[in-house]
């Protein structure tokens, strides 16, 4: 690496609430297939009731804070408060992490000085084949497309952003519940530089919330609420329920 490029600290938080289930092998593969690049990984736990936090900290060099107010973009923000890395890069907790996906997110940075978030999408590794098809045609087909037109789109559970932008951002907006604050983050950041979402940076997760919402309300939900970002500025759908 020249010395002229950044050598940037990043710092990988992962939101969770009552995710002893999911968390451990989310860890596992972020451990393993970031190959000793993080600077530090927190573990945000999100008021929960079970073993998350035991399960978090049987694997190493793992700190879990907690966030006493219940939500997830209170525990994004307990994330930004909490890192003390240069770019903070936010996954799932039932996320499985690829290998090359930190190489790719250090490429980026260090290579595009005028980049202040990267994000990718999900592929759902444990639904139906036919379903992954219908998830990658809405990808492809709707989801790029409107990247293109917008200049910005971010995913919440596969993105990282420079965390000098979150300070001039004044942090997340802790006033959204839950659908559209991915678009929110992005279109705040687009205003400090350029915004990257990259179809190949996927990021493998859980398809446990597809599942039990349904393929096309899902779609739906999230559609609306970023065009809603986009247009309005504020998420049209206020209420979240938990779908697991």
Known sequence: MKNSKPNYKISLIICAYNE????????DYAI???KGKLFEIIVVDNVSTDNTKAEALKRPNV???REEKKG???ARERGFIEAKGDILAYIDADTRMPEGWIDRL???FENNPNHVCVSGPYIYHDIPKHKQFLVKIYWHII???MYWMVGYMAVGGNFAIKKETLI?????DTSIEFYGEDTNIARRASKFG????IPSHYMYSSGRRLTNQGLLTMFKEYGLNFLSEVLLHKPVTNKYKDFR
Not at 20 to 27: D, N, R, T
Not at 168 to 172: C, L, Q, R, T, V
Not at 194 to 197: A, D, G
């Open 194 to 197: 350029k915004v990257k979402f």
């Open 20 to 27: 002893e289930k999911y968390i451990g092998e989310c860890l």
């Open 32 to 34: 393993k297939n970031s």
């Open 72 to 74: 997830l973009v209170r």
């Open 63 to 65: 700190r879990v804070v």
């Open 143 to 145: 989801a790029v497309p």
């Open 168 to 172: 001039k951002m004044d942090g997340f």
């Open 106 to 108: 250090i490429d980026e």
